[in-house]
């Protein structure tokens, strides 16, 4: 199978003094590019673009992000409502086949899904994410980590650089 050659929706979301976000780095965002129920279709796909797969599981319910770590979420199950960004974020709704991709420093929660939602969760190479809740203190100690995480080779939706970069 070839690489996909469709293009991500970009979002950038701006630090809100206790969600870091990333500077540099915008979301990408993917939809309908696996299909529904499957998540060890999107397992291969991570993997075939150098992202191993990490777990099958759901999104925390509370704000929180990974400074020293990019990750890919697959819908591989049901439906979810996540907010991006911190309390002033963006909301976006998210359906089985989709894939959200966070850089490093990104805040992301669940705001509801579906009773039979599944997500499948994946990271860069050699990146082991520590989690930070929203918060001032620690969100002053992620800056410099964030900036030192090491931009993956390629995307895990379709291996291509990532887009969006100034």
Do not use: K
């Not at 929660?109 to 969760?121: A, E, I, K, P, Q």
């Not at 918060?135 to 291996?159: Q, S, Y």
């Amino acid at each position: 199978m070839g690489r996909m050659t469709m293009e991500p929706e970009t979002l950038r979301l701006a630090d809100d003094g206790e969600i870091p976000n990333n500077p540099r780095l915008p979301v990408l965002l993917f939809r309908g590019v696996l299909p529904a129920g499957d998540p060890a279709a999107a397992e291969a796909l991570f993997a075939r673009n150098g992202w191993p797969p990490a777990w099958r599981n759901g999104i925390y319910p509370y704000h929180h992000y990974h400074p020293n770590a990019h990750e890919a979420l697959a819908i591989a199950r049901g439906t979810v409502r996540v907010q991006l960004g911190g309390e002033r974020g963006q909301v976006i709704d998210l359906v089985a086949g989709d894939v959200v991709v966070l850089p490093a420093g990104v805040g992301h929660r669940n705001l509801g899904g579906s009773s039979d939602l599944l997500v499948v969760g994946a990271y860069p190479p050699g990146q082991a994410p520590e989690q930070c809740r929203a918060d001032r203190a620690t969100h002053d100690r992620a800056l410099p980590r964030i900036a030192a995480t090491p931009d993956p080779a390629g995307d895990p939706v379709r291996g291509l650089p990532w887009p969006g970069l100034d």
